[in-house]
């Protein structure tokens, strides 16, 4: 079992953890968000035949489109891949599976695996491409299509602020995909540009709860939203 102080690690370690063929949660909505010295450590470290759940593939030579790139990527979950060139090639090539949900829908499979739930029901995208492959009911007259809740072994999230334990507070845009994920995956890595001592936090402020996080890495601020280099302090 963790304990609570021991969560704050080097990100060699955090990201160590991970093996070959996981299913990894990619929090981000575009760059805002996005774990990028998390991804840059996943590749650094080689692990391959991976199933990645992102909202979006990033572009070609950052985030998670670098990992597509080098062809460590099986399978991707996403709501979008139109600014990834790569992403669209493999993919047509059939060396990338992708599975495409509208964004609202892919947002509350993954709500829906935190809160514990198989599923849910929805009436979106009934009679259309969407539809396909789902399960449906009738209920009360009406036909309602079956979605399953999606979850994974790992979770990567960016948070602007961190203590020692694992609690997390997002800024701006970062509180998309992040919090959602954090709740919906096995085990949670997060990268925090700063981690304070125990008690810092107030409460209130807190968007995830250190429950719900395995591992907390400290990155330099001076990361760029582009994903470049990351120097990790």
Known sequence: MTLLNQKHTTIEAAIATIPDGASIMVGGFGSPGTPFALLDELLAQGQSHLTL?????????????RLIRAGRVDRLITSHIGLNRIAIEEMNQGRLAVEMHPQGLLAEKIRCAGAGHYGFLTDIGLDTEIAEGRREIECDGRTWAIEPAIRADVALVHADLADAYGNLVYRGTAINFNPLMAMAAD???AQAFRVEAPGYLAPETIHTPCAFVSRVVRVDETTSEQGRRTHVV
Do not use: L, S, W
């Open 53 to 65: 759940i992102k909202n979006d593939a990033n572009e070609p030579d950052i985030g998670i489109g």
């Open 187 to 189: 085990r949670v890595i």
